[in-house]
């Protein structure tokens, strides 16, 4: 009966012991210049009124949904990298010309605007059952070496999505930050639109109205607690 329990004891001392499960692998990707690459989900993602197990993270800053190449059917675009100005949705009369329409739809954009990695930067992801990260380091705005932009965005089975910053450096190119379903049903949210040349918006969740920036200011120095939203 002793030895029973000093055997009991040590299994239970083993188990106790295992260490963790590890947390998943970090993948490094090459995407070029408005490309993108397939990133297949552990779990069941929803937005809006669909569900997707696959998705294509954007060189320019945006999760999909949509196979680009099926964003591009019958446009006459041959590859579809959501390529090169951000698209302000609250435009009514917004003619982004051959590049409008479907090719937004169903999308995850936590900073849209013309990105490229020069040699400086890296694209990763990273994710299991139970979410999945995309991060952008160190990538620079279109062929400007000294504009480096690094954030990253997390989706969550249950539909959160996450999008944190680290520095953000655009001086050339509109940005946007949305999240968008069928735009033909009106679904999508924009958060931040910024044109360097007229402004831009800002939304809270709490805004019914978005905060102007004027095209000589920051978002930091209209909303100085911006980043606690």
Same mark, same amino acid.
């Given at each position: ?119 400086? @930067? $890296? +694209?990763? =992801?990273? /994710? *299991? %059952? !139970? ?68 402004? @831009? $918006? +800002?939304? =809270?969740? /709490? *805004? %019914? !109205? ?20």
């Amino acid at each position: 009966m002793k030895n029973w329990r000093v055997v009991l004891l040590l299994l239970f001392l083993w188990l106790s012991w295992q260490p963790s499960q590890a947390d998943p692998p970090i993948i490094e990707h090459t995407i070029v210049d408005d490309g993108w690459v397939q990133i297949d989900l552990g779990f069941t993602f929803p937005l809006y009124d669909r569900t997707f197990i696959t998705s294509f993270m954007f060189s320019n800053g945006v999760v999909g949904f949509i196979s680009p190449t099926e964003h591009s059917a019958g446009s006459g675009i041959v590859e579809d990298g959501l390529c090169c100005n951000a698209y302000d949705f609250t435009q009514t009369n917004n003619n982004y010309g051959q590049y409008g329409g479907v090719r937004f739809d169903y999308l995850v954009a936590p900073w849209h605007t013309d990105l490229i990695d020069i040699g400086a @930067g $890296v +694209f990763k =992801t990273q /994710g *299991d %059952s !139970t979410f999945q990260s995309y991060f952008w380091e160190n990538i620079s705005e279109y062929y400007d070496v000294n504009d480096l932009n690094t954030f990253s965005t997390t989706l969550y089975p249950l539909g959160n999505i996450n999008f944190t910053y680290q520095k953000l450096d655009i001086q050339s190119h509109k940005v946007s930050v949305f999240v968008s379903g069928d735009l033909s049903a009106g679904d999508y949210e924009q958060f931040f639109y910024n044109d360097p040349t007229n402004g @831009g $918006v +800002f939304w =809270t969740s /709490g *805004d %019914s !109205t978005p905060v102007e920036i004027e095209a000589d200011e920051s978002i930091c120095d209209v909303a100085p607690d911006a980043s606690l939203v």
